[in-house]
């Protein structure tokens, strides 16, 4: 079986800088993959790149064993139609109520009736744990709840890989082990494959099956690996010293 | 590919055994949870529900939202429900789904009786109206601190205020000074053409620009110019707490982003309606010129004769207080506004229109007063 998604040769670029080069990596059906990496050293973007969001300067994005940049705006859409986002603050619509928003893929992407979409929101919001939440408006609930929502709706349409822009930023210790939990369980039930961006060490440690780390300085990738062998086996002073938080 | 449907299977006749069967998926006609509930109805025995999906080919959220809802009846009736027939990942999404309690919604008073409405809006309208007469005392106490010279404001940020309410809106005040004044004059044409008077078109532009519609014409356009970005200005700050780190500093919010912008469309608005005024004039001259023959020279002296500075200077005055009122409209819109996306907008909304009513509100209150005072 082909993996999920394959990166090859990819170069990210805004104009004439160049954030990261030559990444080549792929990511297996079914796994959480994390890309790690310091601050400002392209994790965010690589994101991006991958979701469609921004078109690589140079190299190959296959999702499913198709050339993401090469197909048809329409083979595009059908691409992003199984990818669901977990953006950073939840990035809901704040002038829709949480339904709204778990809602919308819904409405725009299936034939269901009013009342099917109700029924399935309220079962993607008890998912995440705010069942009877649903007429609430994004501003009146907290940060980590909106986080939660956008899960919700990340998974509207049962995708079949869903991205997460750090998961655990702004969430206290505990709702982030939470969250990370909840990422294994949901993994483990849909069979999704996950692309996890973060830099948070106990994330790492607790869910990647396998990963990519990004070096801000050299502007490339300097290892793919499972975070923990990385840890144990890897000779490299600049994932050592990431991955043991400067303690080596 | 087979659709979905269940078997209801009753061996041991106290044990519902739903048997599930083909792809349970939710582009799929699942079949109504109403089936099971009516087979329970039928058979009150029934103590346990249980379930066979070894004949599931594919499932998705549409066979999870048809569990969850059976789930629903079966704890409504306090039956025993056991999930061992179910596939792993299911039973998983089902302890998520229900590990947190619905949360209870406090009931809206969905009273919509004539009465309770007006009350309601009565109550809104005097929150706003003390909204905006605390605002104005706010104003009024940073002004006077800052005259004291207690909280200034950074000047080059006046600076740029002054320029983009000012200098960014000529093109726009041209054109619409001159248009009105087209309008004044020809309007103007046609009555007293029929009376043989036609040189006092040049009075009626003249006076009619000065004294009133260069500065009511001119505050309208800053209302949707100025007034409008001031208010989605200070209310996207609102939003990403830029304000609240301002107070935190110690810096008041009032002196630093409402006093400069006010004092620049109040300096701004009158030089602005005096270029407009003439922009009218001209363009009143133009109309004289082209429909009723009225020489450039005849038209000039005309004008000159009716105008006095006394008439400037009222004018003044007024644009002096719209310009005040569109800046004071679009802050304090801004400052109270939410913290969302929709609710800048709506304070976008709010400055413009508050601008413009209070504006013809000062314009009837101004003009009263000025002919009870006879000038």
Known sequence: ?248 | MKSAVIQLDLSPPDILTIKLIGNWLLREKLPPPRDVENKIIENPKIKRLAFNTEKVTDWDTGMMVYLKKILEIANRRKMIVDKEGLPKGVKKLLRLATAVPVKEQPGDPLDSSLLYRIGDISLRLTKSGAEMLAFLGEVCLSSLNWLRGKGGFRRSDFRLYLEEAGAQALPIVTLVNFLVGIILAFVGAIQLESFGASIFVADLVAIAMVREMGPMMTAIILAGRSGAAYAAQIGTMMVNEEIDALKTLGISPINYLVLPRLLALTIMAPLLALYGDFMGMIAGALVGKGMLGISFSLYLNQTIGVLSPLHFILGLIKACIYGGLVAFAGCQAGMQSGRSASAVGAATTRAVVNAIILIIVASAITTIIYSVLGI
């Open chain 1, 1 to 248: 079986m082909p993996a999920h998604i394959e990166v090859r040769n990819l170069t990210m670029a805004f104009g004439s800088f160049v954030i990261q080069r030559d990444l080549n990596f792929s990511i297996e059906r079914g796994e959480i993959f994390v890309i790690m990496g310091g601050s400002g050293c392209g994790k965010s973007t690589l994101l991006r790149h991958l979701i469609g969001l921004i078109e690589p300067a140079s190299g190959e994005i296959l999702i499913n064993d198709r050339n993401f940049w090469a197909s048809s705006p329409e083979e595009r859409e059908n691409l992003l139609r199984r990818v669901g986002v977990l953006y950073q603050s939840g990035a809901l619509w704040s002038s829709m109520t949480l339904a709204e928003n778990v809602a919308m893929p819904l409405d725009v992407a299936t034939e269901l009736s009013p009342s099917q979409i109700r029924e399935v929101v309220s079962y993607k919001l008890s998912l995440v744990g705010l069942a009877g939440f649903e007429d609430f408006y994004p501003s009146e609930i907290s940060g980590g709840m909106r986080k939660r929502v956008g899960l919700a709706r990340a998974m509207a349409l049962d995708p079949e890989i869903l991205f997460f822009d750090e998961p655990s930023a702004g969430l206290d210790p505990i709702n982030s082990r939470r969250l990370d939990d909840l990422i294994l369980e949901l993994r483990d039930s849909l069979s999704a494959t996950v692309v996890v961006v973060t830099h948070e060490l106990f994330s790492i440690f607790a869910i990647a099956d396998n990963s990519v780390f990004l070096d801000a300085e050299t502007r490339t990738m300097r290892a793919v690996g499972n975070p923990k062998k990385l840890r144990d086996e890897s000779n490299d002073k600049k994932i050592l010293e990431f991955l043991k938080r400067g303690e080596i």
